[in-house]
């Protein structure tokens, strides 16, 4: 899962910024797949401990690259450190429902963010969404009811954590649009790292004693499980994982520094093919036929209000 910089004032009109996005997102999917692997064994908390720790010595090089490290400090760092709290609450509703569920079908229902921000763009942010936006919306949701199938026996509720990180990344999403394009790349990831950490730590606080596990589900053993002594190929993992947020966060930068988000965002849904993927390579799962027609509608809902979105009509 991608934490996606809000498009930078330097976008160029073109395509060149495309291969950067795709790249950055091949990159990301690995860290889905290291933690979907994890999940069985460690706490959700510890793995985001060690990534956000990996990460911060990464992110300090990457902002002292790109203007230096002044460019943290800025009178907006609560706002940032909010949209970090929010982010958090998406990764971990992402993760926890990946514990449980397809890589394909968490990502499909992800991808419901696109629908989340068009209905939050109106009370939040004062814009006019009109009636094709509104359909494209409706349909994207019928969208959801054919994958999630509520009330049938392959109703899983992880499917609902899967909606959530949609919606609290939507939230994020709007309140970077409220900062503008003044704050860079490297502050906001810099910011949503000391985020992570933070809830991280919370969270081990309560867990870590083991004292409150809970392996009734896949998901809810992922959030409850005591601190585990990782073995040294886990711990390369889990670290593993900070280097991939710093190298995938400076390729989605890259891409939307080279070009505007009306070009390089539809192109996000090229995650859906790495969670086929690891899916079908890792554990011999593929979508179902009601499965397939809900990951259709959503992604071509998702994908017709971004190109409504980029013409600025409704």
């Known amino acids: 899962m991608a934490d996606i910089a809000s498009p930078l004032s330097t976008a160029r009109p073109g395509a060149a910024g495309v291969p950067y996005l795709i790249a950055g997102l091949a990159v990301f999917s690995v860290q889905d797949l290291i933690l979907k692997l994890l999940s ?57 429902a990946i514990a449980s569920l397809p890589l394909a079908t968490t990502i499909a229902l992800f991808f419901t963010a696109p629908l989340f921000i068009t209905i939050l763009s109106v009370p939040l942010l004062g814009e006019h969404v009109g009636p094709r936006r509104w359909f494209a919306v409706i349909v994207g949701f019928a ?29 994020s999403m709007v309140t970077a649009r409220r900062m503008g394009a003044t704050e860079t790349a490297p502050a906001l990831a810099f910011w949503g790292n000391v985020a992570f950490l933070a809830c991280a730590l919370a969270l081990a606080a309560v867990f870590a004693s083991g004292d409150h596990a809970g392996e009734s589900h896949p998901s809810l053993g992922f959030l409850t499980r005591g601190w585990v002594t990782p073995s040294l190929r886990d711990f390369g993992l889990m670290v593993l994982c900070g280097f991939i947020a710093a190298a995938g966060l400076t390729l989605l930068t890259q891409a939307y520094r080279l070009s505007p988000s009306s070009v390089v965002a539809p192109f996000e849904y090229s995650a859906m093919i790495w969670g086929v993927l690891w899916g079908w390579l890792f554990w011999q799962q593929l979508p179902d036929a009601e499965g397939w027609t809900g990951i259709v509608i959503i992604v071509g809902a998702g994908l017709y209000v971004l190109y409504r979105e980029g013409r600025q009509k409704g």
Do not use: C, Q
Request: charged share 10%; proline share 5%.
């Open 143 to 171: 969208g959801v009811l054919f994958m999630v199938r509520p009330g049938s026996d392959v109703f899983d509720w992880a499917a609902v954590l899967a909606l959530v990180a949609g919606l609290t990344y939507a939230l």
């Open 40 to 96: 069985g064994s460690y706490p959700l908390y510890e793995a985001m401990i060690l990534r956000s720790l990996t990460a911060a010595p990464l992110l300090l090089l990457l902002a002292h690259l790109n203007g230096g490290l002044g460019t943290l400090w800025t009178p907006r760092w609560r706002k940032m450190l909010l949209r970090g709290f929010l982010l958090f609450g998406s990764y971990a509703a992402f993760y926890l």
